[in-house]
């Protein structure tokens, strides 16, 4: 049977028997529910469309004060209603029994019932005057076009020394979310893995799988078995996402403002640092052969990840910065930070070959030295392996 034939019937085990065990489906199934739960349940919970403030008017009424009101609430996005009552009394009951919650009395007082609202008395002050202001120039003599002009302030433009593309931070913003999705992504399926090599070691089936087939096989078919199926569930947590932004009206996403190209990005790079790290998993992994010793060894690449993780924070504020660019050009750092980079037009094209060289050379420079670990620590089971003796068991 050819090598690449055996690797793929080992990712396909991993996948369908990690995919179709009760703890991973009944899990997948809570979380989805959960997700698709929340957009709709939180709407709801907060009142779905917000109330209209209702505010009350009685005495002499200023001439097309309620056209102001509601002009001025739909500048800062706010619905009112406006009732009219007859007598200061029956404004005074709307009050006390909350069916209003402000009254503006004779144009010129504002009533509360008890607390006052700085927002309302801002937006009936700007009314009021601007119908008193209107009155004014009317008496005047001057015409609707000539208040119109009056009224207008004169137009200024906005512009930039430095020239921007409105586009920029969405990218920027599709990239960095990825750097997160990646990091992760990155600690729940190199743990998966980890646990998986674990879990042989205990079971004794890597002593049947390595009878067969190369450790290098056994380690790659893991990785993308694993791999693949925390693909299938990111695709459908995002499927559930946005089926509860959906039902919440909420949703509103412009891929186009992202493009293509950044997409296809932040997905190669994503497949890349998952490789990378998911080989130096197992590798730690099949140096334990205890699930509680394996919190302490899978440290190892914690401690690698998290500085490129932090990395792309400082690229998501300053793309260009000395450490910024240093840092995408390291193999075990750059799915992180290079796409933050590619995505602010920050990296250069020979940056990216670097990086992407160096990234895929250490990711296969990670299959070898991992398959000689996993071939020197897994046959050794009860203590944890020193990485230095499970590599020199290897050679032996």
């Known amino acids: 049977m050819k090598p690449w034939t055996q690797v793929w019937l080992l990712a396909k085990r991993e996948f369908v028997e990690r995919g179709r065990s009760?703890?991973?489906?009944?899990?997948?199934?809570?979380?989805?529910?959960?997700?698709?739960?929340?957009?709709?349940?939180?709407?709801?919970?907060?009142?779905?469309?917000?109330?209209?403030?209702?505010?009350?008017?009685?005495?002499?009424?200023?001439?097309?004060?309620?056209?102001?009101?509601?002009?001025?609430?739909?500048?800062?996005?706010?619905e009112i209603d406006v009732v009219r009552y007859v007598t200061q009394d029956e404004a005074d009951k709307a009050l006390q029994d909350g069916d209003v919650d402000v009254v503006?009395?004779?144009?010129?007082?504002?009533?509360?019932?008890?607390?006052?609202?700085?927002?309302?008395?801002?937006?009936?002050?700007?009314?009021?005057?601007?119908?008193?202001?209107?009155s004014a120039l009317t008496d005047l003599g001057l015409s609707q076009d000539e208040i119109a002009t009056v009224k207008d302030p004169a137009p200024v433009s906005v512009t930039t020394i430095v020239e921007t593309n409105p586009q920029e931070d969405a990218r920027k913003g599709a990239a960095f979310v990825g750097a997160i999705v990646l990091y992760v992504s990155?600690?729940?399926?190199?743990?998966?893995?980890?646990?998986?090599?674990?879990?042989?070691?205990?079971?004794?089936?890597?002593?049947?799988?390595?009878?067969?087939?190369?450790?290098?096989?056994?380690?790659?078919?893991?990785?993308?078995?694993?791999?693949?199926?925390?693909?299938?569930?990111?695709?459908i947590l995002m499927g559930a996402a946005y089926v509860s932004a959906s039902l919440a009206n909420i949703a509103d996403i412009d891929i186009s403002a992202v493009g293509v190209p950044i997409i296809a990005s932040v997905l190669f790079w994503f497949i890349l640092g998952y490789a990378f790290y998911a080989f130096l998993y197992a590798a730690v992994g099949s140096t334990v052969s205890r699930q509680e010793d394996l919190q302490g060894a899978i440290m190892l690449p914690i401690g690698v990840i998290l500085p490129g993780y932090l990395l792309a924070f400082a690229a998501a504020d300053d793309p260009e910065s000395t450490v910024v660019t240093i840092g995408s050009l390291m193999p075990m750092w750059a799915p992180f930070v290079m796409p933050v980079r590619i995505a602010a037009g920050a990296a250069a094209p020979w940056e990216v070959v670097v990086a992407i060289t160096g990234s895929v050379l250490g990711a296969l420079a990670?299959?070898?030295?991992?398959?000689?670990?996993?071939?020197?620590?897994?046959?050794?089971?009860?203590?944890?392996?020193?990485i230095t003796d499970a590599w020199r068991a290897a050679a032996e």
Do not use: C
């Open 366 to 386: 990670l299959v070898w030295i991992g398959a000689r670990v996993y071939r020197g620590a897994l046959l050794r089971t009860g203590t944890k392996v020193k």
């Open 22 to 78: 009760k703890a991973f489906i009944v899990t997948m199934s809570i979380i989805t529910v959960a997700i698709v739960a929340i957009g709709p349940v939180t709407s709801a919970l907060s009142g779905g469309e917000p109330e209209a403030t209702m505010v009350g008017l009685v005495g002499a009424e200023l001439p097309g004060i309620q056209d102001q009101l509601e002009m001025q609430a739909r500048h800062v996005a706010v």
């Open 186 to 235: 990155i600690i729940m399926f190199g743990q998966f893995v980890a646990m998986g090599t674990v879990e042989e070691k205990q079971n004794r089936v890597v002593e049947v799988l390595l009878s067969r087939v190369r450790p290098w096989q056994v380690l790659v078919g893991k990785v993308a078995g694993i791999g693949l199926l925390g693909l299938v569930q990111l695709a």
């Open 104 to 134: 503006l009395v004779d144009g010129s007082t504002i009533v509360f019932y008890d607390a006052v609202s700085t927002r309302l008395i801002a937006l009936i002050q700007r009314a009021v005057d601007t119908v008193v202001t209107e």
